[in-house]
């Protein structure tokens, strides 16, 4: 597993100094700390989730969001980077509630194929991250790379 994430990060810093990206960014120790519980939490909901699970997972997490929301806005100092990986962070919630969501209503749905690639991407990446104390892509085009279905769901969204 080390491995494999050290290939992804490896990978994903060669990416980010070819194609102009942004160079990576440091990470605070709380926010890694806090990265590994936050995951460990989204992992908590499994895929064949009922309804009731799903929405006692999500008040779970949404109180987990507030707490680290009030320790970050108390840290005015905070690297570069403690932006970028929170909001990755609070994606990975996201993409797997997706993900959980979308194989409920279809589980041959072209929605759920996109939705399972972004939740693993994501929760992939942040991991890495969090490890490594360095980020270098925007969140969205980390999780949802190489995923039409998902990027159009999401620009829908936001417009």
Not at 40 to 66: F, H, I, R, Y
Not at 82 to 108: G, P, Q
Request: some cysteine; overall charge negative; proline content about 4%.
């Amino acid at each position: 597993m080390k491995s494999a994430i050290a290939i992804l990060i490896l990978t994903a810093f060669a990416a980010a100094q070819s194609s102009g990206i942004p160079k990576p960014k440091p990470v605070s120790a709380y926010l890694r700390k806090v990265g590994i519980i936050f995951l460990e939490a989204v992992d908590d909901l499994p895929a064949d989730a009922d309804s009731e699970q799903e929405g006692q997972w999500d008040k779970g997490m949404d109180q987990l969001e507030d707490r680290i929301n009030i320790e970050l806005s108390d840290s005015p100092k905070r690297p570069a980077g403690d932006d970028r990986y929170w909001e990755m962070l609070k994606l990975t919630h996201w993409a797997r509630a997706m993900f959980v969501m979308s194989c409920h209503i279809d589980s041959n749905s072209p929605s759920c194929e996109a939705f399972r690639k972004a939740d693993m991407h994501c929760r992939l990446y942040a991991h890495a991250v969090a490890l490594e104390g360095l980020i270098a892509f925007n969140s969205r085009n980390t999780c949802f790379a190489d995923n039409e279905k998902a990027q159009a769901i999401l620009h829908t969204e936001n417009h």
